[in-house]
């Protein structure tokens, strides 16, 4: 427990006093992102940042699901060409087909979609055409 402040004693010399006794214990080299700059040090003050923090931790995301759609399907485009295999390329692209035939089906709210699935046999057939020499 933190002792409390002797009346007699500055307020800033005994924060001082504490923080040097803390740092000749140890009690800050274990601390996470020790040694490390701060982040988001220069960036402009966001009243929301906390909870922009935590949405990105769990995962969450801001965006309508139409748009949060067409995100993953504009990303799963791009995956797609970058592949390593044509296995991977088509999993990719029938996952993605799969989730726009479900929102074409029962629409998402939000905005219009604006997708129809992706013809997976054509983005194959130039996947293939990419690669060979």
Known sequence: MTERKPPSVSYESWVDKQIREAEQRGDFTELP???????DLEAPYDETWWIKRKMHREGMSVLPPTLALRKEAEDALAAAEQAPSERVARQLLTEVNEKIRAAL?????????????????????????????
């Open 33 to 39: 992102g020790f040694g490390k700059p701060l982040a």
């Open 105 to 133: 089906a029962r629409p998402l709210p939000g905005p219009p979609l604006g997708l129809t699935p992706f013809d997976v046999e054509r983005l194959l057939a130039e996947w293939r055409a990419r690669r060979e020499p």
